[in-house]
């Protein structure tokens, strides 16, 4: 028995003795950062790198943590959903009179226990974290200062309040871009510092935003998964799906041809079930194919080109997209690259929307004004490449074509400057 104890003992010992060789070899002082206004100007780079105003307006975001804590965070309104075992919590972080509690047959409890709810914020901060951290680094309570590490700008944020665990100081690594690839943790639930955890796999929601679908920690190797990962703006969305209502999308989409004009300047004559676009301006006429401009041809004087000018096809790929856009502008509103967010002018919901990709001039936005029908009758453009922040333009005179579908024929803008479309037809 003797041997055995003393066998067990020296296991311990050794045992001991490895954890202290792992801790002496693995971790890492707080590195000493700088504060200010470099730090704060950093900072800025990566929540702009990031899309931070998509953040602050998405309405919803779902995840999960490591297949155990669900999520649905309804953001714009205050509350989280989560669920775990056998519970369902309804969480108001900021109104905690306000949380319920059900079981997972989603009845409601009865005179629950405090610790619960208590339970659930924990589970929330944390798991939260992993998500949407790097949105945070101007949150109150934080302290930004910048670290050189393997000789680039590093961003070292201290949480010195909220949260579960204020103290903690988490190092951001930062690519050629100031995107956040992985971070150096000094935490209270962690005994070695510096541990590290990579961000990797983002995923862009329909949202705007980009957020992690898993984590690898250096310690062990641990994989931490956030499950199925989404951000979208649900009000948004059933704002702009009374617009396509209210101007007959269902008929544009079974359109086969629009015509229009551009200011008397420029004519069109669009085979959008080919997609194809007859562009004629001065002298020249280009038969252009968008997604194949080598296929697009050019003649001067109906004379047809033997080898077309490419920047005239240019030109005109890049007209179709701008004199287009003036046509049928609402109609696009669930393309790809667009983000919609709700706005409110004199009390009324506006809709917001930014192309992130695709056209002309990417970045740009425009917040749509409605008509008690649902029907665009304005819009303030914000389009940064022209310097327009706000310019108003008016939508008017919408007709309903032989398509069946709304289409308008004239807008206002600048100083009642009047753009005529000319004679819009869509037709079968």
Known sequence: MKKLFKFIGIILLFFVLAIGVFYFINNEPLPKGKEGKEADALAIKVINSLHHEAFENTEVIEWSFRGKHFYKWMKREGYVIIEWDNYIVHLFPNQPQKNILFNKEKVKIKNPDPKIFQQAHSFFNNDS?????????????????????????????????????????????LDDNYYPISYKMWTSIIPIGGVSATWSDWKKTEAGIQLPTKHKLSLFGVELNMGKVKAYNYKANILAKKVLKAINHKAYIKTKKLEWSFAGKRHYKWNKEQHNVYVSWDTIQVNLYPNKLNKSTVSYNDVLQKNPNFKIIQKANDLFNNDSFWLIAPHKLFEDGIIRTIKKINSKDALLVKYTTGGTTPGDSYLWILDSNYVPKSYKMYVPSMKMNGVDATWDNWITTNSGTLLPTSHTFGKNRILSMGNVKGTN
């Open 129 to 173: 974290f992993w998500l949407v951290a790097p949105y945070k680094i101007f949150d109150k309570g934080t302290k930004r200062s910048i670290v050189k590490h393997n000789n680039k700008d590093a961003l070292l944020i201290t949480y010195t309040s909220g949260g579960s665990t204020p103290g903690d100081s988490y190092l951001w690594i």
